[in-house]
């Protein structure tokens, strides 16, 4: 086992925040009992709802309790799918646009989305059915309607969620383990000069079971710690 004094960390991931990464070898400490790790969860679900309902009565508006780079997600997100950049999006681009950020919604959901924020699209003059431009699936979200809708999604997600989904991006091939070719690759994709030797050294850190990779519940214990 490398020492923690000369071991590199891994590197940032542009995905998410510091989700994209391992750990520092220095946030690594001995497994706890499985009753000690939910005891410490459950205190950190507490204290992070308490945060939250503080910030929201200092600053009632979700997007300024984002960071800098949750706020150009969002916006990075909208724009993609905002083609004639009106700063509008209909129904599907909605649902794209909302899955880039993480967030699968059914229908019913998107539909009473548009219904409660949505405005209707423009109609030509000839046109006379405007009972039609009302519907739903016709109804267009504006820009800030959406960043206020995400921020609040985001604010509300749950870490271990979080995690997993940071998971995700390491783990090629939905395995439900990274290994030293999954490290390889995200070293080499970020342009990372991480040797063998240096990539085999943080799975062996991180790998509880011994098993030569690190699962899902080993990861998020590591990222929870």
Do not use: W
């Amino acid at each position: 086992m490398a020492s923690s004094s000369t071991h590199p960390s891994f590197p940032q991931r542009p995905y998410n925040n510091t989700l994209g990464k391992l750990p520092e070898r220095s946030a690594f400490a001995p497994p706890s009992t499985a009753q000690a790790r939910e005891a410490q969860r459950l205190e950190r679900d507490r204290l992070s709802r308490e945060r939250e309902r503080e910030r929201e009565r200092q600053d009632p508006d979700p997007m300024t309790q984002l960071t800098e780079e949750q706020r150009e997600e969002i916006n990075e997100a909208f724009g993609l799918f905002d083609l004639d950049k009106d700063k509008r999006i209909d129904y599907h681009e909605l649902k794209v646009a909302m899955k880039a950020l993480g967030f699968d919604v059914p229908k019913p959901e998107l539909l009473q989305i548009l219904q409660t924020h949505g405005i209707p699209q423009p109609q030509p003059q000839s046109s006379q059915n405007q009972n039609n431009a009302s519907h739903p699936t016709r109804l267009l979200l504006p820009l800030p309607a959406f960043q206020g809708l995400m921020a609040t999604k985001i604010l509300a997600r749950d870490p271990r969620e979080e995690i997993l989904r940071a998971f995700e991006l390491f783990d090629e091939g939905g395995k439900g383990k990274i290994d030293l070719a999954d490290l390889r690759r995200v070293a080499r994709e970020l342009g990372e000069g991480l040797g063998e030797e240096e990539l085999a050294a943080m799975i062996d850190e991180f790998d509880l079971d011994g098993d030569g990779a690190i699962d899902r519940e080993e990861f998020v214990g590591i990222c929870l710690q």
